[in-house]
């Protein structure tokens, strides 16, 4: 898994390649984030279009990451995730706790406007 992150507006984008299917993967990711937090980016979007499975672990972070963010002021959203991604997320009613965009320019028009 590889991850790289790009500025959009105030958001902070991760573009995830690769399945968050493993600890390492998710501990990546997690340190990832948190060193975000720390320097102060409390807006982030997590791009999933390059992620084609993504376990357990991988959904408690984004629900426990959204939450610090929330109690920062700040929001985490999911962009761009797979139909098999998405309707998982569905199943599990993330989108209660977490804004999903199907696509970046969904998510582009709503930051801009």
Avoid: C, H, W
């Avoid at 993967?25 to 409390?42: A, D, F, P, T």
């Avoid at 999933?48 to 929001?75: C, P, R, W, Y």
């Avoid at 995730?81 to 028009?109: G, R």
Wanted: proline share 2%; aromatic share 8%; hydrophobic share 45%.
């Amino acid at each position: 898994m590889e991850v790289n992150v790009r500025q959009k507006g105030k958001y902070r984008i991760l573009d995830i390649d690769g399945d968050i299917n493993e600890i390492d993967n998710y501990n990546v990711l997690k340190e990832i984030i948190q060193n975000l937090i720390r320097k102060g980016s409390i807006f982030l979007a997590l791009n999933l279009s390059n992620t084609t499975f993504l376990n357990s672990g991988a959904v408690g972070l984004f629900i426990a990451m959204q939450k610090k963010l929330k109690a920062l002021s700040g929001e985490l959203v999911i962009v761009e995730p797979p139909q098999v991604i998405l309707e998982i997320l569905k199943i599990l009613n993330i989108e209660e706790a977490i804004k999903i965009y199907l696509s970046e320019t969904e998510f582009f028009a709503r930051i801009e406007g």
